[in-house]
């Protein structure tokens, strides 16, 4: 059943070549989003790879990752915690750098965001090079956090950005 759903999620993602730049084959989710029972069903089959943790909170990555992550820490009744590109956040907050592949970029969160030994699920819509959830994760932890669970909607499997999070529950409900 999940496998199904998995399915028609895949159908609902649209590939546009060449954007943002030439080269790239983007993977478009607004489809998905746009139509409420399949973006409902995405949520579902998250909450299955998820069924044996003891979540506490959810927390997501800008911006995409704030989509799926709050709506599903509405569905598990958990709050939600954003980690944002630096300087979006109001209050006193933990950085973390990250490299890519022409320079780095950083992420943050509040300091105060998650409490000592609180089970945090982590969330984004796509698994690349994992250096962007790498450092998400390691914000969780500075904060005191454990990252019980890293899920993705969509994972580019030839970047094998999974073998950076190879400590880490890893998950992805579509692979390219």
């Known amino acids: 059943m999940m496998q199904e759903k998995i399915e028609k999620i895949a159908r609902a993602i649209r590939t546009v070549p060449d954007f943002p730049k030439e080269g790239i084959q983007f993977k478009d989710i607004t489809p998905l989003l746009a139509e409420a029972k399949l973006f409902a069903e995405t949520i ?3 909450r299955e790879t998820i069924s044996d943790k003891s979540i506490q909170v959810v927390a997501g990555i800008e911006s995409r990752g704030f989509i799926f992550g709050a709506a599903l820490a509405l569905q598990l009744g958990v709050g939600f915690i954003p980690i944002r590109k630096p300087g979006k956040l109001p209050y006193k907050t933990f950085r973390q750098e990250y490299a890519l592949e022409y320079g780095t970029d950083a992420l943050e969160i509040h300091q105060d965001a998650v409490e000592n030994g609180q089970k945090v699920l982590l969330i984004d819509d796509l698994l690349a090079t994992g250096g962007t959830a790498l450092a998400a994760a390691k914000l969780i932890e500075q904060c005191g956090g454990e ?7 969509i994972e580019l499997d030839f970047l094998k950005g999974r073998d950076r999070l190879k400590s880490y529950d890893v998950q992805t409900l579509i692979h390219f």
């Open 44 to 46: 579902e089959c998250f």
């Open 147 to 153: 990252v019980v669970a890293i899920r993705f909607l």
